[in-house]
Each structure stands twice: as structure tokens, then as C-alpha cells.
């Protein structure tokens, strides 16, 4: 398999507006990564009663078989086109979304760009939770989770935002300062994420990755992952795994 390429124009609109997205990019891959998605969450006790969100972290680093979609063609490609060749890979997650949420960016002052590669696994619309993001909203530093009666006199579901409806398959990416959220959504809306970083060249860079990684190797649990990479994968770990000697 090719490996993907964003276009120019792609490259600008995520520039220029903080996220992309890209229907039925993984839609060949949907079947193993649904059915490895609910044994990680089954294999580690989470009982998910509808009632509050449920999260696994690392869901990528618990099973090999979740390796394939860190070396898969399409999601190193569209990282790459992104974020430079010689990305870091910083991690992963899922989630079992419940109810609203809040308008909120992942992360404020960055001295690097990082974006979050998400896909839901569910059919959405904007009447069913499908993830909301404001164009350009990367660009203003907002920092943590926004009252949108105080700040603009409205209310979550009134902000103005793109909201493409979610086809299992589908997958969204966006920067870490994008504001995004969800509204109106049902009581298990699956998620899976990883989140990725452009190489650090400055020293404010580096101290900047040192600080975005867990404490400790058993934190990290990329030992596995390191053991079975090939110099393709190496690229994207080489430089965070290094922090931890």
C-alpha cells in the first residue's frame, strides 16, 4: 500500500484552520481496530455503565496488534504531511464518551505543533455527538474549558463551528489548540486517539518534550514498541524515547 499524501491546498486549510478531516481514510482497517478497540477496554475491567465517561489510556502500547495502525501507511503519511517526516509519536488513547461536553483546547503556549488523530466508531451527527471544531480557534491561545454564556451570551450548542457527520472509518485531526467538543451525544460514544508532535530542534523545544512525557520508562510502557520497531517506526520514537536514557 502507497503511503498517503495530503495535498497542498490540505496542508494549507489545516494551517489555516486547525483541523482536517478525512472520510473513509481508515474505512478498510474499521473491522480489527472496532474489535481490538472493545477487547482492550474488556481485557482491563473498564465497566462503562453509561452514567460518566470512561478512558483508557495507551490503548495503542497494550496490544501488538495495535501496532499496525502507528506503522500503517495512511496515518504515517498524513502525520508526516503535518508535522515533518521525523514526527514524534507521543501516545494514545480511548475514550467511551457519555452526554456534552465543553468547548476546550488540548493544550495552550506549545513551542511545537501537535495534533490529535482521532477516530470515532460510531455513526454521528451533529444531533448524535459528532465532534464540533471552530476553524482558526488554534490560532487565539484559548486555555482550558470555556463558559460560553459568560464569554459570548450563548450557549455550547450556539457556537459557531464545522461539524462533519462521523462514518466509522472516518478520521478527524486536529491541532491540540483547536477548539473542539461535543453535544448532544448518546451514553458510549467510542473514540480512539494518538497524538503526535513535530521534532524538537531548540533546546526550549527539547525541555518543552521532556516535560510532555511521562516520569519513567513503566509510564511510557513503550518497551514492546521499541523491541519491535523497524527504523520507520524508530524515527517517530527515537527522539521521546531518548529522554528516558
Not at 32 to 57: C, K, M, P
Amino acid at each position: 500500500m502507497s503511503r498517503f499524501e495530503l495535498t497542498d491546498q490540505q496542508k494549507r486549510y489545516f494551517s489555516d484552520f486547525g483541523y482536517i478531516f478525512l472520510p473513509g481514510l481508515m474505512a478498510e482497517e474499521i473491522d480489527w481496530i472496532t474489535e481490538e478497540y472493545e477487547r482492550a477496554f474488556r481485557d482491563h475491567g473498564v465497566n462503562h455503565d453509561g452514567t460518566q465517561r470512561s478512558s483508557l489510556g495507551k490503548i495503542i502500547e497494550r496490544s501488538e496488534t495495535m501496532y499496525r495502525l502507528i506503522d500503517h501507511p495512511n496515518v504515517t503519511g498524513l502525520l508526516a504531511g503535518l508535522l515533518g517526516d521525523d514526527y514524534n509519536y507521543l501516545g494514545s488513547g480511548a475514550d467511551l464518551y457519555v452526554g456534552d461536553g465543553m468547548w476546550h483546547p488540548d493544550c495552550h503556549d506549545a513551542p511545537i505543533r501537535q495534533v490529535k488523530w482521532a477516530m470515532y466508531l460510531d455513526p454521528l451527527t451533529k444531533d448524535s455527538g459528532a465532534l464540533r471544531v471552530v476553524p482558526g480557534s488554534h490560532k487565539q491561545r484559548w486555555v482550558g474549558n470555556l463558559d460560553t454564556q459568560d464569554l459570548w451570551g450563548i450557549s455550547d450548542e450556539e457556537v459557531p463551528c464545522h461539524v462533519p457527520v462521523n462514518t466509522p472509518g472516518d478520521v478527524m485531526v486536529f491541532d491540540l489548540q483547536t477548539l473542539h467538543n461535543s453535544v448532544s451525544g448518546g451514553r458510549r460514544r467510542r473514540m480512539l486517539n494518538l497524538v503526535a508532535g513535530a521534532h524538537c530542534s531548540t533546546q526550549s523545544e527539547k525541555d518543552f518534550l521532556t516535560r510532555r512525557i511521562p516520569g519513567s520508562r513503566d509510564e511510557l510502557m513503550w518497551d514492546r514498541l521499541v523491541e519491535t520497531a523497524g527504523e520507520e517506526r524508530m524515527k517517530h520514537l527515537r527522539q521521546p524515547w531518548g529522554i528516558h536514557g
